[in-house]
């Protein structure tokens, strides 16, 4: 292994006018910061210090004109500075959302001063795909990042380093030789798709078929599954209390924190999932497109908030990630009745209990079956039927009149815009758009 820093290219993508306002005010005041601390000789972190806590700014960026003034005069040498420095932030001061199922996947937190951040969707380089994802599953580690404008467009550049194996693992269909059209040969290499449901009552499920057809070595998450939901219970509870007492930087922290402990249920449980699907033999996880997966989410305002917050995007950014470190493909397929029908007969049937899955037809030999196990063999059969999406086909897919709104509450800790600017939010973008 070998650790690799690579710089990340984010477009802001249309800021409205009072997030460009905002953003023209971090900057401005940045440079004023900057140059002041120039001026006034400011060779140590100390002395930057002094003159830069009395400025309108994010403690991020506070933070990093302390590091970055006294290079200049230590480091560079510099004599003079010039009017185009881009803003910097610290490695905390960024904060990244993932959305698949909108148009623009990405979102992006800029702060702007003590206690205010921006939510502003943004299009990344397609090519850092890979390690965009990696920083957002947390399995990368961000470095300082900066803010600059370039005729009128805004952009983000963050450092990102991560451990990369020196010779990375080729997947199955790299080590398969080609035929004569030149694609890999998949002859007496049938893929196993391992179904992978990601639900409520358990966190991940994943099962698979044998050779004969039969469901063979389910695995549940349940515990998991219930010690994020203990965690989010605590969250909202604490967060409704401290919002009445205008503790609003103590509920962001409280939330910070139980988002980490979150994180790292997450991370463990999906190197367990790569790890059933290392003893499977030529696996295939599947997972479900998330561009449809509000279409199973019609539960009523509760039950879709606490669904919608579950962790999907995470959950899935840090399956695909794990899995094509070991050479193990992903597939997507549409949600659509995974958890409603019956996966031996296909007849759609219902959920007396969370976990209970009853068919409804009465010659189906299955009766009861455990709901989260009978999803991810739908999920699974789906991939075998021959559907499966790739996710540069995303956009093709798209709809006109879709709702491609966020997920409520995606992340833990939601977008910190003001009132008035999240009137002017789009329904079409969902709720960080400009």
């Known amino acids: 292994m070998g650790e690799v820093t690579k710089t990340l290219e984010l477009k802001l993508v249309d800021p409205n006018v ?55 005069h230590t480091s560079y040498d510099t004599d003079e500075l010039h009017d185009d420095h881009p803003v910097r932030f610290t490695n905390e001061g960024l904060q990244l959302d993932h959305q698949p199922q909108n148009a623009i996947e990405w979102y992006v937190k800029v702060p702007h001063h003590e206690d205010y951040h921006l939510w502003i969707p943004a299009r990344a380089n397609p090519e850092q795909r890979e390690w965009l994802e990696a920083a957002y599953a947390d399995d990368a580690e961000m470095g300082e990042s900066r803010l600059f404008e370039r005729e009128g467009t805004w952009y983000l550049h963050i450092t990102v380093t991560r451990d990369v194996a020196e010779q990375s693992v080729a997947s199955a269909d790299e080590r398969t030789p080609p035929d004569e059209s030149g694609e890999p040969c998949l002859a007496g290499l049938a893929r196993t798709p391992i179904g992978v449901d990601i639900g409520e009552a358990s966190l991940v499920t994943v099962c698979h078929r044998d050779e ?40 962001d922290s409280f939330g910070d924190a139980l988002w980490d402990r979150i994180d790292d249920v997450f991370h463990r449980v999906t190197r ?43 959950l899935h ?75 540069s086909d995303r956009t093709s897919r798209q709809k006109a009149g879709d709702d491609d709104s966020a997920t409520d509450g995606a992340s833990l800790t939601g977008p910190q815009d003001s009132h008035a600017d999240a009137e002017t939010q789009q329904v079409t973008r969902g709720p960080y758009a400009s």
Not at 20 to 38: C, H, P, V
Not at 286 to 296: A, F, G, K, M, P
Not at 335 to 358: D, L
């Open 317 to 391: 950014a840090q399956v695909r990630y794990k899995a094509a470190e070991k050479g193990i493909p992903v597939e997507t397929v549409n949600p659509r009745n995974t958890s409603k029908a019956c996966h031996a007969c296909g007849e759609v049937g219902s959920r007396p209990r969370q976990a209970t899955f009853r068919c409804s037809n009465d010659g189906c030999w299955v009766g009861e079956y455990q709901a989260d196990v009978n999803g991810a063999i739908n999920i699974a059969d789906r991939y075998r039927s021959g559907e499966s999406h790739r996710r």
């Open 212 to 251: 004969s057809g039969s469901p063979v070595r389910p695995r549940l998450w349940a515990d998991d599954g219930k010690a994020v939901r203990r965690l989010r219970k605590t969250y909202f509870t604490a967060k409704r209390r401290l919002q009445k007492r205008g503790s609003e930087r103590i509920a």
């Open 18 to 72: 009072h997030k460009r306002q905002k953003l023209r005010e971090t900057r401005d005041t940045y440079q004023q910061a900057l140059q002041s601390a120039f001026a006034a000789g400011c060779d140590t972190q100390s002395a930057a210090n002094d003159v830069v806590v009395e400025y309108d700014l994010s403690g991020y960026a506070k933070n990093a004109l302390k590091k970055y003034v006294p290079q200049l």
């Open 272 to 314: 367990e999932v790569v790890k059933y699907a290392e003893s499977v033999e030529n696996p295939v996880l599947v997972l479900e497109d998330l561009t449809y997966i509000r279409e199973n989410m019609d539960y009523g305002e509760y039950m879709n908030r606490r669904l919608h917050g579950w962790g999907f995007a995470k």
